[in-house]
């Protein structure tokens, strides 16, 4: 059974630091493409950032670039993403997905998702 | 950034009738666009992708068609489990991968 779970959300002041971490299990990590998406309280989905099932590759959103850095170690089945610099408009849950694609190192779309964790930027 | 428009914003109908939901891109994204369910509390769930291809696990009364700029989503007979929020993604031109804004399927 696939399995993603999302931990490292929290309160944090403007212009803080947060390490999200996703452990997945159930699948052959390393060769699946995986992506952060998040949602604002009450409002829609948008897509943070994704990665290729190596490494190798790494994509962002305009609204993240040069604050999100996006990992993966795969000999630990885990995703990271390490979120600087933080602002009150990037509170949001944050899902970890899994591209349902085998062997592309580009996001597509997403057959697995975690439950997410609530990071909180304020004051 | 290809925008996503979903219409309506809000579907009030009852079980057993039929829902139709609309994803309009601001171009092309050739069949390259994926239906999502969202219920309260909950992470959303792949229901269709690449226009008209239903994911595992997906009953047969959720459909989808469309290609180019307008693609449609179709319950035939809406379950109770159906009321949700459903948005509709693109994976043609990116990034960004884009989502719509979403369109609330509630009860009548």
């Known amino acids: 059974e696939v399995q993603l779970l999302e931990s490292g959300g929290g309160l944090v002041q403007p212009g803080g630091s947060l390490r999200l971490s996703c452990a997945a299990s159930g699948f052959t990590f390393s060769s699946y493409a995986m992506s952060w998406v998040r949602q604002a309280p009450g409002k829609g989905l948008e897509w943070v950032s994704g990665?290729?099932?190596?490494?190798?590759?790494?994509y962002y959103a305009d609204s993240v670039k040069g604050r999100f850095t996006l990992s993966r170690d795969n000999s630990k089945n885990t995703l990271y993403l390490q979120l600087n610099s933080l602002r009150a408009e990037d509170t949001a849950i944050y899902y970890c997905?899994?591209?349902?694609?085998?062997?592309?190192?580009?996001?597509?779309?997403?057959?697995?998702w975690g439950q997410g964790t609530l990071v909180t930027v304020s004051s | 950034e290809i925008v996503l428009t979903q219409s309506p914003a809000t579907l009030s109908l009852s079980p057993g009738e039929r829902a139709t939901l609309s994803c309009r891109a601001s171009q092309s994204v050739s069949s390259y666009l994926m239906w999502y369910q969202q219920k309260a509390g909950q992470a959303p769930r792949l229901l269709i992708y690449d226009a008209s291809n239903r994911a595992t696990g997906i009953p047969a009364r959720f459909s989808g068609s469309g290609s180019g700029t307008d693609f449609t989503l179709t319950i035939s007979s809406l379950e109770p489990e159906d009321f949700a929020v459903y948005y509709c993604q693109q994976r043609f031109i990116w990034p960004p991968l884009t989502f719509g804004g979403g369109t609330k399927v509630e009860i009548k």
């Open positions: 990665i290729g099932g190596s490494g190798g590759s790494t």
């Open positions: 997905a899994k591209t349902m694609v085998q062997g592309v190192s580009h996001p597509y779309y997403f057959d697995y």
